[in-house]
């Protein structure tokens, strides 16, 4: 079965833009997560959706927001961004639940410049 | 606070020895714990999970890992070292109820031939 997509895989973007990433999870998992990861700070959790619902969020600021919808695909939105924001993002599915253990996508690498 | 600790940030073993990867934790319950692998430019890919049970939980690509309670450690082990085992190595655990992992810093393991 196909895994979990995606896109886009890279992105360069300006300092105070704002950009859109996109999450397919894999085919009847409800549960999709959202981790940040950077050399410096490691995997630190963004969001986790389930069935449209944010059910638990990182410590980030609000500029970092998600949705998920009805077809469980889900996206993250980074608003003004900065530098700092520069990482790859990655996306994990689950089911019932994360502890279970999640599958993860490729990632986006978004570099800000 | 809870965390995950890796202490080593590299791990270098020549192919054919026995590996070991270390990871510690320090989270309330009964957390569930797992261990990643992510290759260059990749998402992360599950290896194994103790949720409960046997303190010995086999895994994929021979990797196996021992759970101890009382030390709050989760070792990933492999008898024999290949080359193509060289990656990156996170060490997860999920609270029950949190929908989040906590991961640790990863370690790089080198398999030298």
């Known amino acids: 079965k196909a895994g979990v997509t995606q896109t886009p895989r890279y992105l360069i973007k300006t300092r105070g833009q704002q950009v859109t990433l996109s999450c397919s999870p894999i085919?009847?998992?409800?549960?999709v997560s959202w981790y940040q990861q950077t050399p410096g700070q490691g995997l630190q959790f963004l969001f986790e959706?389930?069935?449209?619902?944010?059910?638990n969020k990182g410590n980030f600021p609000g500029r970092f927001s998600g949705r998920q919808f009805s077809n469980s695909r889900s996206e993250m939105n980074v608003s003004t961004l900065e530098l700092g924001d520069s990482a790859l993002y990655l996306c994990?599915?689950?089911?019932?639940?994360?502890?279970?253990?999640?599958?993860f996508g490729s990632g986006t690498r978004l570099t800000v410049v | 606070a809870q965390s995950v600790a890796q202490p080593e940030d590299q791990v270098n073993v020549a192919e054919g020895n026995p590996l070991t990867v270390k990871c510690t934790y320090s989270?309330?319950?009964?957390?569930?714990l797992f261990w990643y692998v992510q290759y260059p430019n990749r998402g992360l890919q599950f290896l194994l999970k103790?949720?409960?049970?046997?303190?010995l939980v086999k895994g994929s690509y021979g990797f196996e890992a021992e759970f101890n309670k009382s030390q709050t450690s989760f070792h990933l082990k492999k008898p024999s070292a290949l080359v193509s085992d060289s990656a990156l190595y996170f060490c997860?655990?999920?609270?029950?109820?949190?929908?989040?992992?906590?991961f640790g810093t990863g370690t790089r393991l080198k398999v030298l031939a």
């Open positions: 994990a599915s689950s089911s019932p639940t994360a502890n279970y253990g999640y599958t």
């Open positions: 085919s009847g998992h409800r549960s």
């Open positions: 959706y389930f069935s449209e619902t944010q059910r």
């Open positions: 989270v309330s319950g009964n957390p569930y």
């Open positions: 103790y949720i409960t049970g046997d303190n």
């Open positions: 997860a655990v999920s609270v029950p109820g949190t929908y989040k992992y906590i």
